[in-house]
């Protein structure tokens, strides 16, 4: 067995909205690896990106705990920790070269340093040419490659990505899955990635985490037996991972079934 | 952005707009109501002068050995602007940041900021004149009073309104709580600043009139020479000493235009298409 990396046990997180308590995440167990991509899909509002951002030390967990490489998580992100939002989180004063910099920066990398590996980032993203251009000119996908290297120049060995190809279209989300499968085959960083897609989680993970309704909990985790590396196109028509999507698909339907009785 | 090839075609309109104006201007205030009744317009140049007068006086106004040489006091009123100015920008800027970015001293501070800002600036004028003479200081002071509650309120919701998603990214990096006020804070907060700055110049240059009118001719500036016109009923003097304004303004307008467009080139609405 794999060194455990993220171990998440009995979570619970509550939110107060005026006179009212609301169950988010309730009773959430369940550990990442070393090396391990992890996909965690559920209804909308069942709590999965909660569960990230608490992992990310962006939300206080009301109860149980998580362990980030036996620590447990505190106020401030582990730094080892890197996190790719949903929402488009690229500076806008900032052109590409320069947000895919800032992690750089920010350790103080001297600039010669900076400039090399900023170059390397820039062609494994596909971005050459734009490096001058700010983020409004350039597309969404384009975009969250930017946000998409600038996490991962600063080499974290823990990845945790919440819906990021969530706002882009169909082909866009293809290419930048097989960008990902890519970079991450390279690295292997740990990775817990939160979405709603099915067929996204499947493809791209390990193992994935079915979430039920809210207060959610983790209703059953499958393990995704398809072999890497993965052809993003391709592996959508395999037995296997048509067998995989319905049965995982059967599980989550249970989950809509219950909120219309 | 409208291009070129419709640029003279603006040009020609407004240069047309003009010269109808000023004709307009010069013909009817020189029509008699009564035939040679002295003194008698239909439209009185006493009042509003004519262009010709007007040019006349300009020309005068700014030639060698003058009192009030249009030059120096267009000088006086463009330096009290500037000096108002760039220091109501730089006070307002970083007390719109720190209050910004600290919810108590926000608090604290709101109901005295409310106050003074609601006080009316010209009221302040006297007072101001008082205490600081009927210098050149006097001006900057009340540019500045203005000044800085629009650089200061534009900052401030600029800084309190930073993505926040922005400032986990960078801690995300690795930033430190100095760069994330850097690398974060500053640049969203200063996005808003420059919103402010067209407003302010105009604003500034309101201060240092208003505050001329009052002054003396230790003071000088255009708005002195407005206030002198006034006092010997000569409306071309006063007339010349508006189109200076109207240049000035126009001029600084352009300006700040020029370094917006520079700072934030970044923004949708300044990239080139």
């Known amino acids: 067995m794999a060194r455990l990396r993220i171990i998440i046990r009995d979570l619970s997180k509550t939110f107060t909205q005026g006179p009212r308590d609301i169950p988010a995440v309730s009773g959430v167990s369940f550990d990442v690896c070393d090396k391990e991509f992890v996909a965690i899909v559920g209804p909308s509002g069942c709590g999965k990106s909660t569960i990230l951002n608490m992992i990310g030390s962006l939300v206080a967990p009301s109860g149980g705990e998580i362990l980030v490489d036996g620590e447990r998580v505190g106020a401030r992100p582990a730094p080892q920790i890197g996190y790719v939002f949903q929402k488009d989180t690229v500076f806008p004063w900032r052109t590409v070269e320069r947000n895919i910099a800032l992690g750089l920066e920010y350790r103080g990398v001297s600039a010669p340093e900076i400039r090399a590996r900023v170059a390397e980032a820039v062609r494994l993203a596909g971005l050459e040419g734009f490096e001058e251009a700010f983020p409004a000119t350039l597309s969404g996908g384009m975009r969250q490659r930017v946000a998409l290297m600038r996490s991962l120049i600063v080499n974290p060995e823990i990845l945790l990505m919440d819906e990021p190809f969530g706002a882009l279209d169909t082909h866009t989300k293809l290419d930048l899955h097989a960008e990902l499968l890519a970079l ?18 499947i493809t791209l993970a390990d193992r994935v985490v079915v979430m039920t309704r809210r207060p959610g909990t983790v209703k059953i985790v499958y393990d995704v037996k398809l072999p890497r590396p993965r052809d993003v196109i391709r592996v959508r028509e395999s037995e296997e991972y048509l067998r995989e999507y319905g049965e995982i698909w059967h599980t989550l339907g249970e989950e809509f079934e219950g909120r219309a009785s | 952005m409208i291009r070129a090839r419709s640029d003279w075609s603006v040009w020609a309109w407004r240069i047309g707009i003009l010269v109808a104006f000023l004709a307009g201007w010069e013909y009817l205030t020189g029509i008699k109501a009564i035939s040679k009744t002295p003194g008698l317009y239909w439209i009185d140049p006493f009042f509003i ?26 000088l006086s009123t463009v330096q009290s602007t500037l000096w108002g100015f760039a220091v109501g920008i730089t006070t307002g800027f970083l007390a719109g940041l720190v209050l910004g970015r600290s919810d108590r001293a926000a608090r604290i501070f709101d109901p005295f900021i409310v106050a003074f800002n609601s006080l009316p600036r010209i009221a302040l004028v006297p007072l101001i004149t008082m205490i600081f003479g009927f210098g050149l200081l006097a001006k900057v002071v009340l540019a500045w009073s203005i000044v800085f ?3 200061f309120f534009n900052t401030f919701q ?19 709580e100095h760069q994330v006020m850097r690398t974060v804070i500053v640049p969203s907060a200063l996005a808003w600043t420059f919103a402010s700055l067209t407003p302010s110049i105009s604003f500034a240059l309101i201060g240092v009139v208003v505050g001329e009118f009052i002054g003396g001719e230790s003071g000088g500036g255009l708005g002195y020479l407005i206030i002198q016109s006034l006092g010997t009923l000569n409306a071309a003097d006063m007339m010349v000493a508006l189109f200076v304004l109207g240049a000035i303004g126009i001029v600084m307008a352009l300006g700040i235009r020029q370094i917006e467009m520079r700072l934030l080139r970044w923004r949708p609405e300044y990239q080139k298409r």
């Open chain 1, 184 to 201: 991450w085959g390279a690295r292997r960083q740990t990775v817990v990635f939160v979405t709603h897609d099915l067929s996204e989680a």
């Open chain 2, 49 to 74: 002068s004519r262009p010709s007068a007007i040019a006349q006086r300009f020309v005068q106004l700014a030639g060698p050995g003058v009192r009030l040489s249009i030059w120096r006091m267009a």
């Open chain 2, 149 to 151: 509650f629009i650089v």
């Open chain 2, 158 to 176: 600029g800084a309190r309104s930073v993505d926040a998603d922005l400032i986990h990214s960078a801690r995300f990096l690795g930033a430190s």
